[in-house]
């Protein structure tokens, strides 16, 4: 009896056992199903809502959480590192010191030059009514951490709302262009890099002129798109920014091409180095505010010098031709402030007592406005149009019309 | 009974302490995080899918294994600019099924833990790409070269995480 009883209880427990486990499993795979339903039907959610899907709360707990550990290691180390650097570690900074003074002596010659150069190309711009995107404003930021995984490809950095960063906002380092701001936090901006596959950026080749658009690949490269296949591209060339994407500014550089094959779609398949080192990424500037203005700080007194006077000037002495009675001298040395030349206009404005209005037309180089003499239009002399005519005090503004010499 | 005791004894359940089960999951996320700023092949390591495998092959418990991939996952996505869930789907999956493993076989010694979280890696990473073009519509492609290198990185990388992990277990 005793026998059998234990033998009952056995088989009770084997089948008690039995019955658990059989509802233990199927109690986890419903809990399995249930958690898996669940994110499957978040996802949708925030597929088809693009404002995060009502998970910015999550998003904003989870960087307040991660981040503030990777700024505390990044700043520390920076502040060890400057310790190290600035105080303890000054070997060769005499040497160094004095090849930075070689290089600035270079470089302030090579300025001299450009200087020169970029007035010139400002002077045909403002002749074209050029209007320039100018960077008026950065903020300098530090990168403190990735998002860890190789399937997105974006960067968090110290700054955010609070340092009036927003969404959409160009990220630069000196190299070239990295990326754009795609979320912001109070302290913390998330920065979609270019060679995300979600990203993009219009692009054009340097030398052909080629538009494009700069995309990331899956395997983490990049590659500009959209470049029919019977254009001629070179390895090598340099990419710049076109503007057209209305993010980045034009003419920032993005890269290089690294290589050139036949693509689907007609299309060539560029692959492109880009000129930021995207993945040791430290320090990068965010660009928080482009404005569109015509080009300024060139002389409006002056705008009638060509490259040949300015090569003329630069010549050893070459002897002035001796301006005519009728003024031609104008064209020997147009603008320049010779004696000869302001003399015989200067004269002329003088003595003639001229309006307002013709002072004005005399300091923009225009040849006789419609203002200036309105009833009969008479023939002007070239010297009239000398800006020599301007007055001394008389400053141009914006438009190039002197200030001083504005029609009461 | 004898036989169901001597069953009880072959699976061994392990604990851990509160500190440990909120600590060691938010310390892989950080690390995760962190790391690549400096050294940038550490975005092929995942800490985090390591973390869920060690708890779900420790606890044996498939409700468990499973959340605790789920609520590992949904924070590892939101680090990225990705809808919230793709990762949480995969590491739902993985801990459902490393708990299920561990409730079978032995994984304490180096040998099968290689293994186990060379097959449970690129299991993650086909489950990944999948949920993330199908219903996300990314543009991923599964690189066989890419997933196998990675996949022996992690799992070497395991071997070495769990031995560590190891002293926190309590019986």
Known sequence: MLVLLGTDDWILGTVLENVISRFRNTFNLIVLAAVLVGQVLGLAVQVKRPDDGGTRLIRVWTIAIITPFSRGIIHTEDWVSEKWHSYIWLRDVRKENEELQDQIVQMKMEQVRLIEDANQARRLQLLLGFKEQYISQTVPAQVISTTGSEFSRAIYIDKGTNDGIKPDMPVVAPEGIVGKVLRTFSTTSLVLLINDPTSGAGVILEKSRLQGILKGAPNGSTVMQNVMSDEKVSPGERILTSGGDRIFPKGLPVGTVASVSPGADLFLNIRVRPAATLNTLEEVLVITKIEDRSPEGVDQSEPSRRAIDILAQRLPTVAPPVPTETGTGTEAAPGKPAPELTKAPGTTASTAKPKATEVAGGATTKPATPTAAPDKPKPVKQAEVVPATKPANATPNATGTPKDAQPQ | ?171
Request: charged residues 15%; positive net charge; glycine residues 8%.
């Open chain 2, 1 to 171: 009974m004898t036989i169901t005791q001597a069953k009880q004894e072959r699976i061994e359940v392990y604990r851990f302490s509160p500190a440990v089960t909120i600590g060691v999951p938010f310390l892989a996320l950080v690390m995760q995080a962190f790391i690549p700023v400096k050294l940038h092949f550490f975005n092929n390591f995942d800490l985090p899918l390591l973390v869920t495998i060690f708890f779900a092959v420790a606890r044996r418990s498939q409700v468990s294994g499973c959340l605790t991939g789920a609520i590992i996952g949904i924070f590892q996505d939101a680090l990225t600019h990705q809808p919230l869930g793709v990762y949480g789907i995969s590491k739902s999956v993985i801990g459902y099924a490393a708990s299920s493993l561990g409730a079978k076989i032995d994984v304490e010694n180096p040998g099968s833990r290689l293994l186990m979280t060379f097959g449970f890696f690129l299991i993650h990473e086909a489950i990944y790409i999948l949920v993330a073009r199908g219903l996300v519509g990314m543009n991923l492609t599964w690189l066989w070269g890419r997933e196998i290198r990675d996949a022996f990185a992690n799992a070497v990388l395991a071997v070495v995480v769990f031995a560590v992990l190891d002293k926190f277990k309590q019986q």
